[in-house]
């Protein structure tokens, strides 16, 4: 094992990507990643039926599109918590960029950053929140809480993050243990020791993610989340949640946004897609705080769904550590603004002027037609 | 990129082509055409689900034939825009025929005309529309617009287009930008600089299609239908719908007949198949303007489908280039020839004499038994 | 083609086949046969979803067994117009045995006969019908009538059959025309010169079924029902019905009895399948006359299904082929007697003690339990 | 044949596995099992329909997980007809351990006892019913009865499992006859005559299994429950139940329990999958007994949703002969503790503190969303 973890290196490049599209960013990075970090990266739990479902859920959906509706550039900016961001597209919470690069949360970040969309700084970082902060010249950036068992820990990283401009917080409450992510046992998966995560004392280096979790609160329940809306001053994002009672119950315990997310597959398997959950959630929530989404998104038209389904916006995991890893903070520069070009385009193709025309009659289920004639 | 246009050839073999079916078509013509062009004749944009879509959903019907109706021979011919043609078949409106032959246009209307099928001259074609209104001796000729933000040239092009024997107007809404077409994007395709647009002052050759449609407007609004229909005296037929809003919108603003059609699965991705749009648009234009489709017709049962589900005839876009690229004019009506055989023995089939006796009742939904047992 | 005429032969194997299920007859049925005679008798039309839906959508159903209920052995036999057969199986009517082996009509009616199952003498029959009657020394014989322009020579064939033993006339409504089989087109397959039609005048040997087609009636209509009811003095079957309105004409116009079948996927293609016909079929007829039914029976739980769904026996038409060109006679027999054993299988551990014991309630769609929880 | 019966050689193995999950098993137990023996065990009958369904129907379900709910560990523990197991997961019974392992039965009942979990001693084990108790250390242990003609016989049998500290009886009830296992057919399986059934009388070595069932009494009743359940004095399992028809009359007759159950695909083909009959059973039990499902249980959310749909427990079969065969006891056990761990991770990560908190509103058909919003 330490044999592995004395070999492990990260890749280096700093490049434009020429993206086509966010899909193939997975094979790319299968051939600069070593098996572990990549099997880490990619892998889902289970039968990664999750996995997939959050993909390919997105065409259970059809878009109905308007023309002549005298629209020539549609504005892809929208507003998040009072802030305006370049597109409703933001970097979910993922732990351990330096295993995708040398530059690790310093490259995402930036990369983020120049795009102007918001970036969650994670527990789990290889590098210290300051420095995640000054890499990130513009754009949002929250942070997000795993809940140490030692509560002055959890209250001192909120404060340590919102000093350092943290806007919101996202707390994730569906790890407190690691998902079945048989990637992981095959490859005996441990964190190289190379890699620190200086933002909490006591996680060494060379650890699984199961023991790394150790350090953190298992058996969370409702009350943390008032502790960390108290603690930190700011809008707490509850991160994880599936289920209409859930999101349900944040609200009354004054979360500011809802996460729907199944954390991209890697928890428990056979739980919804994400794009799957959003509908009945976006039921329950009646508007009364934002929705954001994480799982799946890999396209501008996924971005066009989720929103037309009740989100404000979405997150973009996995593609973000693989152009990380192929190019860089220009490489992830690089996958954003595709992105963004590919949703200007699913937005003007599709007759919707601002994000907030977006809507659900935009929308039918892929088999409408048939359907409809039967009844 | 010069290089590449400088190798440019079209194929030029004029000759019958012993078709067994349509869908044959694209791999035999895969073999004639150079990367570039074939990359984007058979393309579609994003994931290609709308275009896979296109032809697969006509296989969501069932189609429930009647015997012993005493018909013989059935009668294919039609009325459209009370002309007799041929058949409800029709060629679409597409650009730069002359990627897939040497005769170009020239060779794809003379082959519709043979067969006595209307053909669409395009805006974006490699010959001038005179030039390819005398080579389709019958059957009638419609024009397609691409609206320019020149408003003088607008009115040129219709009235040459009536001059030259047009009795119909194609307005194609769907295409201010092109759609995210990745086989273009990989094969850096542009419009090789031996061809040219004659009909439309400015657009150089060598440019790819994102370039060239910067002449036309953007922004297009339902004025721009009243505008056609008046500046050309014509039946305007609104090209590119999918939704019911803007069905009924068209009629509205005069519109003689609606065009279903999502452009061959090229624009937007992840929207409806054509086939799968159709009966909502049928269903609120009740009869009031006929319905054109195209988008995946490939057997003579697609036919018999798309006028039972409400339209009066069907496009047949990718197979008019295929067959041209494989045997020119030849190839072309080879093609429809075969395609109105399969027409005919789906109508004998089915019990079908005459084109107005087709009907909905004739289909059901792929599943119809098992659900109507469990209600 | 002459050349491939002169080249054709048959097998004339006659052995026992160690039959472990009727599917994989086909496979080996390849080996033996000639690529147009395996191409003409296993092809379908068109994109062969009729071919395929026939055998797949025995799928879309799910047996509920019921044990404990005493039974022993099942009782797979049954009466068929008053007479008592074997099985529910019978031989349906099929072109032209001599394609298959040197035995032709005399072995496939052996084997059937042997197995005291009703065997359907066909028109397009390369041996004598009084040669194929001998041959078949038990079970009902069936004659089956293409109906000739020819009215006298219709009445002459009914009445020679009726002599030779039929006891029921299947009359084919579906075949006025061949359907749209593109095997036959590719192999441009012509019947070999050497074999004969011998029941029929003028059916010149070396064409094509197109052309031997000529000589029956185009444009049938129901009184050609009455005519064969009355020319034969039989039970007459009217074939190949899909639609639940023809199926309430046959009755009216005195039908013995409906064939559902869509002509094994050879005539119109996108016609449902067989089994998907049936109870909609069922519904119309509602007890008044037996229904036939042929299309995809493959293995014993299909003729357990087909039975439930309301047909009184089903027909096996390309295992007929396959088995007759691997084992002559014998190999019927084998085929024949394999399917037995597997009905009578499905029927003990379903518990259905005799063949009227078979009703709708024992099946549930596939996927039945979770649409019941939805409601 | 007797060839192949003197070359019989069972691995011998015992050793842990490092299960990474079930379902791998079979591939690796493939490579050191015979043709013969992985045929026998592998395999299911006709078209393997129902053996696929009861693994993939799994799949037909999501689960809703809830979060910070306090929950910390989860207890997997439960208890069955009131005595404590270790998890709701038992040994179902199965024929010839033997073929597996030269421990046979010894080595099976070993490893499910060391797990604390039931399993069940089966008629046609090649070891003693008295010596597989004494293997069998802690643990609930039933017998499962298959009923001879001889009712003398069963009566000794029931009393010496009574005697040998069996605590419930499992009548199998779907085995009079052997389904239409093709495996076996192509590889003309017997048990090898080195294998012994020894606590039969009369059933030779050397046989196939429907040579051997012909001790059995074939046309049983439901006296024969009221028999089993007298003459044993034990809790009577009826198990290899599908509709809910037999569900009630089990009921009726005295039955302590129901056992839904194919036989794990190899009595009747195209039943529908165990999980798919879990609700209808559950339906009409109401829960007046338990109900105890084995099928295609690969996974821990596999328990966890056959739980929320009404089972008390699930069997796991062919992951027990499995894991025998590649390390004897310690496989088995290491199989059994790696489901445990799954399951209790899957109630951990879906908010299920007890085995008793499962309930049916965690889990929705797999599209709900879309469905929903339609109505």
Known sequence: ?????????????????AVVNLRELEDRAAKVLQTGPFGYISGGSGDEITLRENVEAFDDYRIVPRYLTGLDEPDI???????KVAAPIFCPPMAAHGLAHITAE???????GEANCPYT????????????ATAH??????????????????????????AAGATAIVFAVDLE???????????????????KFPNIPGALAGESLGEIMKLFKHGLDWDDVTFVREASGLPVIVKGLLSPHDAKMAIEYGAS?????NHGGRQLDNVPGAIVALPLITDVVQGRVPIFLDGGVRR????????????????????TLYSLALGGWLGVHDMIEHLKQEFALAMKLSGAARVKDIHAGMLVPQTTSIRFRQS
């Open 121 to 132: 700084m994670a527990t789990l970082s290889n590098t210290l929140i300051e420095h995640i």
């Open 1 to 17: 094992m330490s044999t592995t973890v004395e070999l492990f290196s990260a890749p280096a490049a700093e490049q434009d990507l």
């Open 137 to 162: 010249p513009a754009g949002p950036k929250w942070f997000q809480l795993y809940f140490a068992k030692d509560k002055g820990l959890n209250a001192e990283l909120l404060q340590r993050a919102k």
């Open 257 to 261: 946004a809802i996460g729907v997310s």
């Open 300 to 319: 501008g038209v996924h971005v066009l769904e989720a929103l037309a389904l009740g989100a404000s916006a979405v997150g973009v995991g996995r593609p």
């Open 77 to 83: 900016s929208t507003e998040i918590f009072g802030t």
């Open 106 to 112: 310093l490259g995402s970040s930036h990369g983020w």
């Open 177 to 195: 243990r690691p998902g079945n992510r048989e990637a992981d046992m095959k490859n005996d998966f441990h964190f190289p020791s190379i890699l």
